[in-house]
């Protein structure tokens, strides 16, 4: 005889899952809460309440305390007690004015002649009587000769040669005719001795005065002149920049003459080319040339060209 154990199947329910008895369970309860509530909700706001009295209302309740502030009376202000004014002394009367006699009108003086009475007694008019004696002392007859003592003195003539005329020898100066007896009576001294000196000519063509002032004059310098307007070229250049700004392609070449005066100023401005395409701009720069002042000099009235190259770049 056989005997048969049958085995139970495992469980395949985890613990925490519910099973439908359970879910069952949880509905009911949940749907009579939601009932109860939904009940008291329409019930509760149908309930008459008790109106509150402005006098409960008002009632502090005992666990509270007003705290109120006790106004402080102001203190009165202190009366105001006007300054005694000062009353001015009286002013003393003025003593009374005694009348002064009348001055009588001096005579008036003669201010020249004040004057020239004080000269005499003082400075070179008090000198005046020695003055007058050495006037008469003096000869004045013979400050009016030529010679300077009563000896002959030998003198040729002097001539200058010129530097492109041969070489010549002079003949020297005769001292031994030289007068020794300068002196004489009468301050005759004062005159002085003409000594001359032959020199042989040579054979050249001698130059006029004019000629001479012309060869000793020269014009400025081109070193000079540059040197002036490189000075000057920042301010031409600013006109230039100015007028570019609203002409970004605005460039070329300015050629003028100008005669410069030896005291500095330019007497004359001429143009003579322009490629710049602006006439106000041309005109603007000559104006500011105009205004360039160089330096004074002994020198001719110089005529120069001169240029300026505008460029954007530049």
Known sequence: MSTGVSMASPSLLLPWESSAAEDALFRRIYRGM????????????????????????????????????????????????????????????????????????????????????????????????DLMDMRDSVD????????????????????????????????????????????????????????????????????????QSAQTLAGRSDQSIRRVMDRNKGALFAVYNRAL??????????????LIEPSGEISELRLISSDLEDDALTQKILARIRMIRFDSAQVQPTRVNYSFDFLPYG
């Open 34 to 129: 939601l009932l109860a509530l939904l009940v008291l909700a329409v019930a509760v706001p149908l309930l008459p309440v008790a109106e509150l009295t402005r006098e409960a209302a008002e009632e502090v309740p005992a666990h509270l305390a007003r705290v109120l502030l006790e106004k402080q009376a102001l203190p009165e202000p202190e009366p105001v007690v006007p300054e005694p004014r000062e009353v001015p002394p009286p002013e003393p009367e003025p003593p009374p004015v005694e009348a002064r006699p009348v001055e009588q009108a001096q005579p008036v003086v003669n201010r020249l002649e004040q004057a020239r009475s004080q000269a005499q007694s003082a400075g070179v008019l008090a000198f005046q009587d």
């Open 140 to 211: 004045v007859q013979q400050l009016n000769q030529t010679q300077s003592s009563r000896g002959a003195s030998a003198a040729a003539q002097v001539e200058r040669s010129l530097i492109t005329a041969d070489t010549g020898s002079s003949g020297g100066i005769a001292t031994s005719d030289l007068s020794r007896d300068a002196g004489g009576p009468a301050l005759s001294a004062r005159e002085a001795t003409r000594v001359e000196s032959n020199i042989n000519a040579g054979t050249g063509t001698g130059a006029t005065p004019s000629q």
């Open 245 to 258: 700004r609203k002409d970004p392609l605005l460039e070329g070449k300015v050629v003028f003459e100008m």
